[in-house]
C-alpha cells in the first residue's frame, strides 16, 4: 500500500493530502530512510513523522484498504512520541 494512503486509513494523518505534503516535504521515514508518498509499506516497517518539533515513531502491524475508525489504531503500534499528536 502507498505510504500516503496508509497514513490516512490508519489514521496516523487525517488527510491524504496532508499526508503526501508530509512526505514530500522529506518528514516521513520508512525503516530510516526518506520516503515518498508513492512508497510502499508493509508488516514490520517503521515510520518516523516529524510533526513540526514533535517526533513520533511506529510500526506498522496490519495493512488493510479499510479499517474503521474505531479499529484504525490497532493498525499500528507507537514506538516512541508524543501521545497527543
Known amino acids: 500500500m502507498r505510504l500516503d494512503k496508509y497514513l490516512k486509513v490508519s489514521r496516523i494523518i487525517k ?3 496532508v499526508a503526501k505534503e508530509a512526505s514530500e516535504g522529506g518528514r516521513v521515514t520508512i ?3 526518506v520516503a515518498k ?3 510502499e509499506v ?3 516497517d517503521v515510520l518516523e513523522i516529524r510533526f513540526g518539533e514533535k517526533m513520533a ?3 506498522i502491524l496490519q495493512v ?3 479499517v474503521r475508525k474505531n479499529d484504525a489504531g490497532l493498525m499500528y503500534e507507537l514506538l ?3 501521545e497527543d499528536l
Do not use: I, L, Q, V
Request: overall charge positive; cysteine-free; aromatic content about 4%.
Open 57 to 59: 515513531k511506529f510500526r
Open 42 to 44: 508493509k508488516e514490520g
Open 31 to 33: 525503516n530510516g530512510k
Open 64 to 66: 488493510a484498504e479499510t
Open 80 to 82: 516512541d512520541g508524543e
Open 37 to 39: 508518498p508513492s512508497s
Open 15 to 17: 488527510r491524504r493530502t
